[in-house]
Each structure stands twice: as C-alpha cells, then as structure tokens.
C-alpha cells in the first residue's frame, strides 16, 4: 500500500507540475522580456530582433527589450543567455554565426546545440558569388575554369576570419578544387571598397550588403550560394547548379536557455510564425535579402544541427583558426 501511495503521489506532484507550466505559458509573458544581441547596434542582426521583438511586444502586451552584448562572434552574447533563468524571460538572436561558432571556438564554455533550446528560425537567405567587373567572367563555370588557370591569383575578399562571408568561399574553394587567396578585412563594409576598386577580384558576400552595388552595376553577380534562386535577384543561378551540392545559407533566429519550458518555447514560435506571415515583415525582410521561415522549433534544430555540421567540415578541411 505504502509503494502504491507514493506512486499516486509522484503522478499526482507530475500532473500538477505539468498543469503548473500550463497555466504560466497562457499568461506568459506578465514582464518584459530581454532579447539579448551579439553585435552591436544597427547591424542585420540587430534590426532583424528589434523586428520581431517589436511584433512580439504588440501580440504578447510586454515590451521584448533589446540588449547588444557584441563581442567574440557573438559568442559573448549567447553565454550571457546560456547562464540566465531558463523561465523564458532572457532570449537570444542566434544565427549562422553559431553554427560556425560551435568548431571554430575550441575553448567555448558552452556547447551551443545542447546548451540553446531553438525557438524558431526567423529567416534565410543566401550570399552572393561576385566579382569585380575586370575579371572576364560573367558565370560560375567561367570562374571556375579561370581560377583554375590563376592558382594563388585571385583575391577573395571576407568580412573576416571564421566568418560567413569567409566559410563560404572556403566552402566553395573545397568543393570547386580552387585556389583562392583569402584576404580577411574587418565586416563587408571594409572590404567593398577594395572590392569596388579591383585590389581584390572576388566576395562571398550578404546580399544586404551588396545588392544595391549589384543593381548599379558596380560589381557581378555570378550565382546565389542557397540551393534555389533568391526572389531578390532572380535572373542569378545557384552556385549548386553548376557545383551539385554547394550550399551555404545566412539565418537569424531566436532560442533561450535549454531548460525553458516547453510551452513557453511552442508559444513563441506560434506568436513569431504568425508575425512572419505580416507582409509589413516579409517586405523587410526581402529588403535585406531575407525569405521567412516558418517552422516548427524541431524544424529550427534540425536545421541548426545540419548547419552546424556542414560549416564543422568545412573548417577542420581548411584549417581555420579563430584570430
């Protein structure tokens, strides 16, 4: 009797529990919620949380404040949000950055997939293969073929080591057996203008960064690094219709400690879904390249865990080591 009441108890205590994290997730959010950033105001990153952090204030009734904690890849920002309550209360921005993040940091304190429960994934979008208008390329094919008749030639420039802009063309280096020179600079806004002016021939860069430059004609575009063609330019192919299988995708999303409730977690994701479905959201996006996400928070890990294995390959066949 004595064992049959203690197992009463504990499923009774398992009940309550269940009924308790219920009723928190219907009235959460009853304070401001933080959404901690890992680059410093005014970047991508930045304005896409303080897109979707201003719909979540407006659906949710609480302020989702913004907090920029720059510094080390971001690593800095996503430690401050492993460490914090798992209530649901301390978000992060997470992105690409993270994936890479994972095997480019040896001495990381954290273990991002293990350590962030992902939300959801507020966009994706590609980089952009481009050259400097000298180089007399107008396809990927050509490139290829003209890289390979310059080996230890031609300069790719990146926003800096371990970055996106930087482990995709390492990405494309392995997969196309081309020698490219890496040349890092500090973010896209530094190398451009060495683009722009022919010291370097070529960038993996984020469509934000350049499409305006594109437009213009002042750089050419040869092919989009997602596995489709982009809405934003849809007359460039993808890099993987000529080199089957290359794929390299920006994203943003949003996740919190690993303990937070799972209500709270699937309330989230319904809330910044329906958000995402705004065509006043979607239009913003597309303005910095992006394409909507919508998922499940089991889809936003899958996607994040393959992610992160596609960029752990990529930096141990390359060498690459944090600065």
């Not at 950033?37 to 991508?44: H, P, R, S």
């Not at 430690?79 to 992105?95: M, S």
């Not at 989009?224 to 089957?244: C, G, M, N, W, Y």
């Not at 390299?248 to 809330?271: D, H, M, T, Y």
């Amino acid at each position: 009797m004595n064992r049959r009441k203690m197992v009463q108890v504990a499923a009774a205590a398992a009940t309550l529990a269940v009924v308790a994290r219920a009723k928190a997730a219907q009235s959460y959010p009853t304070r401001p919620v933080r959404v901690v950033v890992g680059y410093a105001a005014g970047g991508v990153s930045d304005i896409l949380a303080r897109l979707i952090g201003q719909a979540l204030s407006q659906r949710l009734g609480q302020p989702f404040l913004i907090e920029n904690r720059p510094g080390a890849g971001s690593n800095i920002g996503t430690e401050v949000v492993v460490r914090a309550p798992g209530d649901g209360y301390t978000l992060v921005l997470t992105g690409v950055a993270n994936a890479i993040n994972a095997t480019l940091y040896s001495n990381l304190s954290f273990n991002f997939i293990r350590d962030i429960a992902p939300i959801a994934i507020i966009d994706h979008g590609p980089l952009v293969l481009e050259v400097h208008p000298s180089v007399p390329v107008t396809s990927v094919p050509e490139f290829i073929a003209y890289a390979k008749a310059h080996p230890g030639k031609i300069n790719m420039a990146s926003g800096g080591i371990g970055g996106a802009t930087h482990v995709a063309g390492e990405l494309f280096k392995m997969m196309a057996d081309v020698n490219l020179v890496h040349v890092p600079y500090h973010g896209s806004a530094s190398a451009l203008p060495d683009l722009l002016a022919g010291h370097v021939q070529v960038m993996f860069d984020n469509m934000a960064s350049s499409i305006e430059l594109i437009k213009g004609g002042r750089l050419r575009p040869l092919g989009v690094t997602t596995a489709e063609r982009s809405p934003q330019l849809p007359d460039i192919p993808a890099i993987s219709d000529f080199v089957p299988g290359y794929e390299a995708n920006g994203w943003n999303g949003v996740g919190a400690p690993r303990s937070c409730p799972q209500e709270i977690v699937l309330k989230l994701n319904e809330e910044i879904n329906l958000a995402l479905t705004d065509p006043n959201i979607k239009a913003r996006l597309a303005e910095i390249g992006g394409t909507p996400f919508l998922g499940s928070p089991a889809d936003a890990e899958r996607y994040i865990v393959e992610d992160t294995e596609r960029w752990a390959k990529v930096i141990k066949f390359a060498g690459i080591k944090p600065i």
